[in-house]
C-alpha cells in the first residue's frame, strides 16, 4: 500500500511523489508531539502511521471497513480508526488540533457540508490541510478509468473554489502552498539569467524584444473580466527579465492550479512555543555570587522578559515545547565546558511582554578556575534562543577553595 506498493510493484516515482506530499501537507499543518490529528481519507493509514511515528495521536477516517482493516493491521493494538463519512463526522465539537486530507477530498459529494464538519471537530486554533488533484484531473485517463470500473467519484478541486468553500464554512485563516513535483532543472545558463534578474529596470509600457509584455499578462491573467483583476496595476519590467519574470509566475500559478495545497485555520494564528514564531528574550541577573567553593552548591535570580512574538508555555511535557531558564558553562573564551549546566522552569506561562522573576540552581564544577555561566532561554526539544539570534545574560564565575584561617594554619604545621 501507499506510499509503497509490494514486491514487483514498486515504482520510485510513484512513492516518492507521496512521500513529498506527505512533508509539504505536514510542514503546512505544522502540528506538535502528543496534538491530536484527525486523518481523513485515511485510506490504508500511511499518513496515520508516519504522525505516529513523529509522536502525534491521530484518528483515521474512511468509508472503506476493508483499508481501516489493513490500517489496523498496519498501526497495531491502540489504533483509533472510524468508518464514516465527511459529511457527518463522529466526533464532538473541539476535538482535534488538526486535520490532513491527502488526495481525498475530491471524491466528498458534498464538499461545502463536509468543510463545516471538519470546522466543527477541530479546537479553536486547529488548523486542516487539503492536498487535492487540481484542474484537469477528472479529464486524466486515470480518473475517467476509475469512475468507470469502480465507481468512484472524481472531480476537479480548483484552489480559488475551495478556499472561497472554506471561509464560508467558519474557517477564519486560509491560504494556498505550491506542489512543485518533480521539482525544475536549471542549467547553468539558465540560472545565470535567473541570477540577473535580481532588479527588473523599468521600460516603457509596450513590449520587449523578445515578445510582448502584453500578450504575457493577458497569459497571467487567466480571466481578464474577473471582479477585481483589471484594476491590478499592470508590471512593468525589461527585456529578458520580463520573460524569465513572467515564466516563473507562470509556472508557479500552474502548479498551484494542478495541486493545490489549502490550509485553513479555524482562528488567527498565535504562536506558541510548541509552535513558536519569534523567541526573543531579554534577561538581566538580579543576583549571583563572585566566587564559589568547587562542588559548592548556588544559585542565580535573574529577571527573564518575552520580547519575541510566541507565548511561552511553562508546563513541562515529555515531548518538550515548552520554555525554561538554560545554563552552559564557558570558559573565558567561550568555550562550552558543560552544554546542560541547568535548569529552571517558569511559574507560569509568558506572553509576550511579560516577565518573571526566575531562580536556578547549580552547583561550581570541582576544578578551580575562572569560568563563564551563559543564561539563556531553551524551548525544550525545539531550539536555545540564542540559536535564534536570541542575546544571552553572561555572568562571571570564580571557583577557588576558601582561605584558610591564619590560626588553622599555624595549628597544622605544630
Known amino acids: 500500500t501507499l506510499p509503497f506498493a509490494g514486491t514487483g510493484m514498486s515504482n520510485p516515482r510513484i512513492s516518492l511523489g507521496e512521500i513529498y506530499n ?21 485510506g490504508s493509514c500511511w499518513v496515520s502511521e508516519w504522525l505516529t511515528r513523529m509522536l502525534m495521536h491521530t484518528v483515521s477516517l474512511d468509508i472503506s471497513h476493508d483499508m481501516l482493516r489493513i490500517g489496523q493491521q498496519r498501526l497495531g493494538p491502540g489504533a483509533r480508526l472510524t468508518a464514516g463519512e465527511f459529511e ?4 464532538a465539537a473541539g476535538t ?12 466528498v459529494p458534498n464538499i461545502p457540508r463536509a468543510l463545516r464538519e471538519i470546522q466543527r471537530v477541530l479546537k479553536d486554533d486547529g488548523i486542516a490541510v487539503f492536498s487535492e488533484p487540481g484542474r484537469g484531473h477528472a479529464r486524466s485517463p486515470q480518473a475517467r478509468t476509475e469512475m468507470q470500473e469502480l465507481g468512484v467519484l472524481e472531480r476537479d478541486v480548483v484552489a480559488e473554489e475551495l478556499m472561497d468553500e472554506c471561509l464560508r464554512a467558519g474557517f477564519r485563516q486560509v491560504s494556498v502552498r505550491p506542489y512543485i513535483f518533480p521539482l525544475p532543472a536549471y542549467s547553468p545558463e539558465d540560472w545565470q539569467n535567473l541570477e540577473a ?9 509596450g513590449g520587449t524584444r523578445e515578445g510582448g509584455l502584453a500578450a504575457l ?21 525589461a527585456g529578458h527579465e520580463a520573460i524569465l519574470g513572467w515564466q516563473s509566475i507562470l509556472s508557479l500559478r500552474n502548479a498551484i492550479e494542478a495541486h493545490p495545497v489549502i490550509v485553513a485555520g479555524k482562528d488567527e494564528h498565535r504562536p506558541d512555543s510548541r509552535r513558536p514564531g519569534n523567541l526573543r528574550a531579554e534577561i538581566a541577573v538580579v543576583a549571583a ?24 508555555l511553562a508546563r513541562p511535557t515529555s515531548v518538550g515545547g515548552f ?5 552552559k558553562l564557558v570558559d573565558t573564551n567561550n568555550l562550552l565546558v558543560i552544554h546542560n549546566y541547568g535548569r529552571a522552569v517558569l511559574s507560569r506561562d509568558l506572553a509576550p511582554g511579560e516577565s518573571a522573576l526566575v531562580e536556578i540552581g547549580l552547583q561550581a564544577p570541582d576544578q578551580a578556575g575562572t569560568y563563564r555561566i551563559k543564561l539563556d532561554m531553551v524551548d525544550e526539544c525545539i531550539a536555545w534562543f540564542e540559536h535564534l ?15 584558610q584561617p591564619e590560626s588553622e594554619g599555624r595549628d597544622r604545621g605544630r
Not at 555570587?289 to 511561552?312: C, K
Not at 520554555?323 to 545554563?327: E, R, S
Open 289 to 312: 555570587p563572585r566566587q564559589v567553593a568547587p562542588g559548592e552548591a548556588f544559585s542565580i535570580q535573574a529577571t527573564v522578559r518575552n520580547s519575541g512574538d510566541t507565548l511561552w
Open 96 to 107: 482535534f488540533d488538526g486535520a490532513v486530507c491527502v488526495s481525498a477530498l475530491h471524491h
Open 22 to 42: 506527505f512533508a509539504v501537507s505536514i510542514m503546512a499543518l505544522d502540528p506538535a508531539p502528543g496534538d491530536w490529528i484527525l486523518d481523513l481519507g485515511s
Open 323 to 327: 520554555v525554561a531558564l538554560g545554563a
Open 389 to 403: 539570534g536570541s542575546v544571552p545574560a553572561l555572568v562571571a564565575l570564580d571557583v577557588a577553595a576558601p582561605l
Open 197 to 205: 534578474c535580481r532588479e527588473p529596470r523599468a521600460m516603457p509600457e
Open 88 to 91: 457527518s463526522l463522529p466526533f
Open 217 to 237: 499578462w493577458r497569459r497571467l491573467r487567466r480571466r481578464p473580466g474577473a471582479p477585481g483583476l483589471d484594476a491590478a496595476p499592470q508590471p512593468v519590467l
